[in-house]
């Protein structure tokens, strides 16, 4: 590629609202241009990362035995009815409307086309297993879209499909996703962590995340430097709440002090800032006399973050919460609740009942803001009303770090993330409400096995510059940069001689199969390698009617501090 051909734009300053690095160098060398809140144009530059991206992870997903096709941006309501998910899924999911007034939504993910492309097309135990995945755009209304390409609202995603004949054939679909996935990210040159995650409302038995290791990563994780134990703080996050659970279980039972204000005895019974409970107590309520006396405390806890807390909790696998504490059912938190609807409001919980046992927010900054009511819920628990948003890393350095690991093998440490891949067994939580079976060889009709394995292609560029960049731009990692050479001839229109030893060399190395290209622009020197610096790519080679004459030209590496001399016959094989 020579750049007068290609389109070059950078900029002196990133624009003000750029707030994370990855996000600041993108916008400032020209890879991504907003158009709107979580909406950006890959540019040219962009692109090319993007492509390289998604070429590693298609080898990978090949080689691993999966089969690629492309299904469609804009999916009609009735599969997503069908599945039970266009009533689960919040404001997240971008529902349209054609001309005929039918409802359409712009696709978050992809498991209902999916399931229905195989209901239709795998009918025999013959055809499986089967993993089918697409790169394709997708839409997710995020409540805060944010930090460039990483929490977009459009963005890219390959998301992987897998069909076997029973659980045990769908865990080896699941292990080989799994080891697809840290090929993909070791070719990308990432520093990464595989980590349990939580498998939430679905349920299933597996689930694991890949986390770029990052400290401006929006995920947290728990994890033992000397063994294998690591997980998701939404899954981990038993850890240091077992004490806290385990206060509260005392404060269930315990008749507070009659016309105070009992939810900050409750407070007190816990004895731990309350911050560390805002995760799963979010209220007490009081029953009172006519008088006004109160006769009981009732706390409601709401396992927001880890309702496989919640499945963990209810199966007794979480020790030191057990005695005196009680799960209710929705049914009751609906009849409780839904006899005081004024209730509710204050408390400020958008989705009033489901939120409990449906999982169907994230964190507690979904909760609206409310007013707080003295006796009914606790102050100070809602983040983002009366409460900064806490720094759960920081809360949890002191509460977990050093803290020995499950599995006994060390202590624990916490670390930031940022979330770029995730697999999951899903079980037949699709296949079941769509229907989709296969004959066995009894030519009986079985469920389908299903996992779903999804990668963001457009996120990983901007958590590859989170790790790689220093004051000069970004430092991309050779798989994906945009391009892995840059020729930089010094006097390009004025000097025969550099242009023509330029052209040559450019040409050798395309014949190469290097990715090179070539500076015609004429910049001068300063600005032409401040832009290459600022754009990241990995090698750079300039060339100079001075060094030409002893036949020298100069190399530096990106990552080098100085740049060396290096005989222009030997250059091709220098970088090859
Ligand atoms: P997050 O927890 O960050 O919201 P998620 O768990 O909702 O992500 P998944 O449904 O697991 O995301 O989707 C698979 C992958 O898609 C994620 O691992 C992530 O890399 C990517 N992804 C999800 N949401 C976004 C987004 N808004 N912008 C860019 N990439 C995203
Ligand atoms: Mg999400
Ligand atoms: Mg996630
Ligand atoms: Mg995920």
Redo the contacts with the bound molecule.
Sequence with gaps: MKASQFFISTLKEAPAEAEVVSQKLMMRAGYIKRLGA?IYTYMPIGLRVIRKVENVIREEMVRAGAVELLMPVVQPAELWQESGRWDKMGPEMLRVKDRHDRDFILQ??SEEVITDIARQELRSYRQLPRNFFHIQT?F?D?RR?RFG?????E???K?AYSFDRNAEAAVKSYEAMYAAYCRIFERLGLTYRAVAADTGAIGGALSH??QVIADTG??ALVYCPTSDYAANIELAEALPLIATRGAATQALVKTPTPGKSTCADVAQLLSIPLERTVKSLVLATDEKTEAGDVTKTTVWLLLVRGDHDLNEVKANKVPGLNQGFRFATVGEIESHFGTKPGYLGPVGLKQPVKIVADRTV?NMSDFVVGANEVDFHITGVNWGRDLPEPDLVADLRNVVEGDPSPDGKGVLAIQRG?????V?NLGTVYSKPLNATYLDENGKPQLMEMGCY???????LGAAIEQNNDERGIIWPAAMAPFELVLCPIGYDRSADVQAAADKLYGELQALGVDVILDNRGERPGAMFADWELVGVPHRVVLGDRGLKDGQVEYQGRRDAQAESVPLAGIVDFVK
């Excluded at 999804?454 to 990983?460: E, N």
Aim: net charge negative; no cysteine; proline share 6%.
């Design positions: 979580g978050p993910t997708k997710r995020e879209p390409v990483m929490r977009g609202r963005f890219t995603m998301d995340e890949f929006e995920d994230a940022i979330e770029v891949g995730h999951f999804g990668i963001g292609v457009t996120r990983i």
